[in-house]
């Protein structure tokens, strides 16, 4: 009886534990592509909206990197909407124009094949695409494809304007709003067809430290009315609302594990208070008081926890390990954003985890030690 209630206090903890390390370690998995790819803040126009085209701004509000020297990286960039089409297939697109090196800066853990190095520098116009784009359109590195943008006229009528480009990189981030819509190409393609000469549309921007910054204090240096910055979170604020609705499921879980645990133990030293009857009225034959017995159950009670907190310690910890050295458990990228299960071992967490299952197995033990009070030694002998 022993055994198994040690064993529902190890498989509770242990299933915590993992819970919670593989809940964290997709959600920071997460964000650190979001930052890789966006930054951690992002400056554009003050009139954008979220879901439309950005607009275009000025090269006269360009801030400097001396204005914002809270930052190591600064990373230019200017999006517009436009048609990709080959000979059989057309599809709707994002073009981000950026320099060259910082494509390769932001996007280079992502990409999957390019071409070699001494090609890539004789290619123009380049363009990255996501790997998802390519499997739509059977495209390939080394492959010509036409961009299609519209450009209003001196009469205020929107032009195609047509121009060939050459795929020189494929790229994979695993994020569905990334790789269904942008294609990443040299910023001097899409400002020739921007309506202010040499504009841009935002700059992102990766923090020199992990101290956090102050937005406001950021805001003061650009120009305002025209300029604003967000945070990576505020830019892409659908895909952390939907990472924090993952956190009601793991209280679901914990709080469903922890009512094992407890009704485990109650149930169990119920039984064990009833299989004791005759050392009770033994025991309080011989001179014992019901708060002397009832130490002895707690102290049983506290043994059976503590050894099931240290088993489901070592197994949740064993598993995690195992997970982040050999990634094992491999994910469906295009369904849940990874490759594999990412784990986040927290020291804090485990440490939560461990007192509130060791306080809450106490407080229900508090129950089924009461049942010590209504048995008198005549009965607890004869019960025997």
């Known amino acids: 009886m022993t055994l198994l209630a040690i064993a529902a206090v190890s498989l509770s903890v242990a299933t915590m534990i993992v819970t919670i390390a593989t809940v964290k370690g997709f959600q920071n998995g997460i964000r650190e592509k979001i930052v890789k790819v966006h930054g951690n803040f992002i400056i554009d126009h003050a009139s954008n909206v979220e879901g439309a085209e950005p607009l275009p701004i000025a090269p006269e509000y360009l801030p400097t990197r001396s204005d914002l020297p809270q930052f190591k990286r600064m990373a230019i960039s200017i999006s517009k909407a436009c048609i990709v ?7 709707g697109a994002i073009a981000k124009g950026m320099l060259r090196e910082d494509v390769a800066y932001s996007m280079g853990d992502f990409v999957k094949y390019q071409l070699k190095l001494y090609r890539l520098k004789s290619i123009q116009p380049w363009v990255f695409i996501s790997q998802t784009l390519a499997n739509r359109l059977k495209l390939d590195t080394g492959e010509l494809f036409t961009m299609v943008f519209f450009v209003r006229d001196s009469i205020g009528q929107q032009r195609p304007r047509a121009v060939r480009v050459n795929i020189v990189g494929i790229y994979e981030t695993g994020i569905e709003e990334i790789d269904n819509q942008l294609v990443f190409t040299d910023i001097s393609l899409v400002q020739k067809y921007s309506e202010i000469k040499g504009a841009f549309s935002q700059i992102e921007c990766w923090q020199a430290n ?3 910054l102050n937005l406001s204090e950021i805001s003061k240096q650009l120009t305002a009315g025209v300029l604003r910055v967000s945070d990576s979170r505020q830019f892409n604020r659908m895909i952390y609302d939907w990472l924090a609705i993952l956190n009601t499921n ?3 879980i914990l709080v469903l594990m922890a009512l094992v645990a407890i009704i485990a133990m109650s149930t169990i030293l119920l039984i ?3 299989e004791k009857t005759a050392f009770i009225g033994i025991s309080q034959s011989m001179g014992a008081n019901i708060s002397q017995i009832q130490r002895v159950f707690l102290w049983q009670n506290a043994c059976i926890v503590f050894a099931g907190l240290l088993i489901g310690d070592v197994i949740a910890i064993s598993l995690c390990l195992i997970q982040e050295k050999t990634h094992c458990l491999s994910l469906n990228q295009e369904v849940y954003f990874v490759k594999y299960v ?9 440490l939560i985890v461990n007192g509130s299952v060791l306080l809450a197995s106490l407080l229900a033990a508090i129950v089924p030690v009461q049942w010590v009070k209504r048995m008198t030694p005549t009965h607890a002998i004869r019960f025997q």
């Open 85 to 91: 089409k080959t000979e059989d297939d057309i599809d």
């Open 210 to 212: 992990d101290n956090p």
């Open 250 to 252: 793991v209280w679901i």
């Open 272 to 274: 064990l208070i009833v």
């Open 342 to 350: 990412m784990v986040d071992i927290n020291i804090v967490s485990i």
